[in-house]
């Protein structure tokens, strides 16, 4: 008999504890979905980051502006002063060719490239076509 009793009072309390559940309203998705997630972290954070390996290479850098010889000036110690765009220039690694005379002819410049260029006074070289061509002063 104490077992009849026992049973019938779990069943008793299932069929009360699915009768309450039925009437509980739904409480919904108690998180948030997937999509739901990745917006609130894009408005936290900003939007995802590209991977790199898919990102378009970047743009190749400008070419360096053209090179102008304007002048070179040997002194008796025999150092010399070179002007280049009309700036002068110190840099050992620019360099005096002398011709067959003796006089300094060229210069032989070496660009932050690594290229050697070799240059008269009144020349320019342009990096972007690689030619050497004479400067035509302005006539006054």
């Known amino acids: 008999m104490r077992r009849a009793f026992v049973l019938g ?44 390996a898919l990102a378009p290479p970047p743009p190749p850098p400008p070419p360096a502006p ?19 765009n009309e700036e002068v220039q110190n840099e050992p690694h620019n360099r005096l060719v002398r011709d067959k005379s003796g006089n300094p002819g060229t210069l032989t410049l070496r660009l932050s490239t690594g290229q050697v260029v070799r240059l008269k006074p009144g020349q320019r070289y342009d990096p972007a076509s690689g030619t050497v061509t004479e400067v035509q002063e302005a006539q006054p």
């Open 9 to 52: 009072a779990l069943l008793a309390g299932a069929a009360f504890a699915a009768q309450a559940q039925a009437q509980r309203p739904q409480l919904g998705r108690l998180f948030l979905s997937p999509e739901q997630r990745a917006q609130l972290d894009a408005q936290r954070y900003g939007p995802p980051a590209a991977d790199p």
């Open 66 to 84: 053209p090179v102008e010889l304007n002048g070179v000036v040997v002194r008796s110690s025999g150092r010399s002063t070179v002007w280049l």
